[in-house]
């Protein structure tokens, strides 16, 4: 537990006073609270919300929230424009369908880059001030539907590729993030702001991205709703990268009905992450995905448990408890448990060194990284090695919390795609082959089930997809998830399951803010 200063408790006291008067006083900001886009967008139907009150509505809890929870990093200097557009849009245009994020608030992890007046640096000073060429793909996306660009959200400082003992919702720029269910606990990253940021109803809906972990952990621990789309499913294009082979951008949100509106919004083609994105939009279902918000989504779909290790309760009496409830609950929706499964060499998967993802992704990130740094407009590093210099000389602006960068300097040190790193992605290749996709085969899984984010790894190195479903609370408060993953491409089924087990429970509560 972390312990908490005096001044920030006396903070802390006069938010539950600001919370409890807003309640009290402003009945619209119950009726935003908690809202989801289906809500939204039918006030805005009926007139009785605007854009622009829905985006200063957001402003105001930033300002009153993000001094303790420190979610954000910028906020869009014009925010409020853009909803005046979309307020002038849908007044013009009555009987046009317009896209459901048409004038939504919506916040991306600072490491989705922006042609506009806001940074995009990955939470890192060294990046401050550098000009991108121009916005990342999933944000012309976004423009082109409407959407109100709402600001940055904090992460871990180069989506946890700074250093092995970063501290998680952390970055130099941002500072540390908070868990506002309980704020001394984990929040969890590296998308730690766009996650705690949706929780606390700071913004409508947020994007993050996923090496390994960085939407469906903070997902869980900050009771929303991660979507991580396969691999090449949303544009990597103009995102600070980690590893074009893992890396992915989806939403984080309350519910899934939201998260599935962003996923609409971001997934197809782009010319500038043209391979991953030509061959992943076979995946893409005629109509959208909102057809597979289906109330009885988990009708006749087989669930494989992987007891080992996922499944391991100790000193976890709530979680224990809460998934044997939720076994039932699955079962009388109709799904199919298929119990004591394994997946070959899991222990392996699971541990960074051994399967060779440490060195693969080390060695891949350098590569990335250099070559993102180089297609920058102007910017004050253009290299790994730079970057590296910038925070040995900035070490007072950076070191803050005696943050090393153990990570960036472990890849500086590799040497692009040698012997190494090739046996280490023909392992990777093997591992996924022989474990995951071999189970999910032979008995006709639609996705695996475990409490939690344990079960990363088995999903990056594949590049397959996975959604993180509020699931409950433990004794202290703090927030768990249920993780559904399935194969490439199986989205569809993925938002069925998560869909079907989210309306059977409704678990998620709004924070609470505990210390
Ligand atoms: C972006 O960074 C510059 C400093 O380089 C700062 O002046 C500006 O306010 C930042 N933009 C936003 C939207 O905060
Ligand atoms: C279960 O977890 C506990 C504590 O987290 C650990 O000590 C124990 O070895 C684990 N048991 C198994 C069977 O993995
Ligand atoms: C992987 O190796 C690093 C560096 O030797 C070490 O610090 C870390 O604890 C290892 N991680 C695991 C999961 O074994």
Not at 232 to 242: F, Q, T
Not at 254 to 272: E, F, H, K, M, Q
Not at 328 to 335: F, H, V, Y
Request: overall charge positive.
């Amino acid at each position: 537990m972390v312990n908490i200063p005096i001044r920030f408790r006396l903070f802390l006291r006069y938010l539950c006073l600001l919370s409890s008067l807003s309640l009290v006083f402003t009945s619209q900001a119950i009726s935003i609270r908690e809202a989801s886009i289906s809500d939204l967008q039918l006030a805005f139907k009926q007139n009785r919300l605007t854009s622009r009150q829905l985006t200063k509505f957001y402003l105001g809890e930033i300002r009153r929230l993000n001094p303790v929870l420190r979610a954000i990093i910028e906020v869009n200097p014009d925010a409020l424009n853009q909803a005046d557009r979309a307020d002038r849009e849908r007044k013009a245009e009555k009987h046009v369908l317009l896209s459901s994020l048409h004038g939504i608030p919506v916040l991306l992890k600072d490491s989705i880059a922006t042609k506009d007046k806001q940074n995009t640096t990955a939470g890192s000073f060294a990046l401050l001030g550098s000009v991108v060429a121009r916005d990342a793909g999933v944000v012309a996306r976004l423009r082109r539907a409407g959407a109100v660009i709402l600001g940055k959200a904090n992460l871990n400082e180069w989506s946890g590729f700074r250093s092995l003992t970063q501290p998680n919702g952390w970055s130099a720029r941002g500072g540390q993030g908070r868990n506002p269910y309980v704020l001394s606990a984990d929040p969890c990253g590296s998308s730690g702001g766009s996650a705690i940021a949706v929780a606390a109803n700071m913004v409508a809906v947020s994007l993050g991205t996923e090496t390994d972990g960085s939407i469906l952990c903070p997902a869980s621990v900050n009771s929303a709703v991660g979507i991580k789309p396969t691999v090449g499913l949303s544009s990597r294009a103009g995102v600070i990268p980690i590893t074009p082979r893992q890396d992915t951008v989806g939403p984080i949100c309350r519910t899934v009905s939201d998260a599935v509106d962003v996923l609409d919004a971001i997934v197809g083609y782009d010319p500038n992450d043209a391979k991953a994105t030509r061959e992943a939009s076979k995946y893409l279902p005629q109509g959208g995905y909102r057809q597979f918000l289906k109330v009885h989504g988990l009708h006749g779909k087989r669930l494989g448990i992987v007891r080992h290790p996922f499944f391991n309760f100790t000193n976890k009496p709530s979680q224990a408890l809460a998934f044997t409830k939720h076994f039932a609950t699955l079962r009388q929706a109709g799904a199919v448990l298929v119990d004591n499964l394994k997946i070959k060499n899991i222990d392996v998967i699971l541990n960074f060194n051994l399967s060779g993802e440490g060195t693969a992704v080390l060695a891949e990130f350098k590569i990335a990284l250099d070559a993102y740094l180089e297609e920058l407009v102007s910017s004050p590093v253009r290299s790994l090695a730079d970057v590296i210099a910038f925070n040995q000389k900035n070490s007072k602006l950076e070191m803050t919390n005696q943050v090393d960068q153990s990570i960036l300097l472990a890849s500086e040190f590799t040497n692009g795609i040698g012997s190494a790193e090739k046996a280490a992605l023909s392992n990777l290749g093997k591992l996924t082959r022989e474990g995951f996709e071999k189970l999910m085969m032979r008995y006709e899984l639609d996705a695996v089930m475990t409490p939690g984010f344990d079960f990363t790894p088995v999903l990056a190195i594949g590049g397959f997809p996975g959604i993180s479903v509020p699931a409950g609370y433990d004794t202290e408060g703090v927030p768990f998830g249920i993780c559904f993953g399935g194969l490439q491409g199986s989205e569809p089924k993925l938002i069925e399951i998560g869909y079907g087990f989210e309306q059977a429970t409704k678990i998620r509560e709004p924070p609470s803010f505990r210390p």
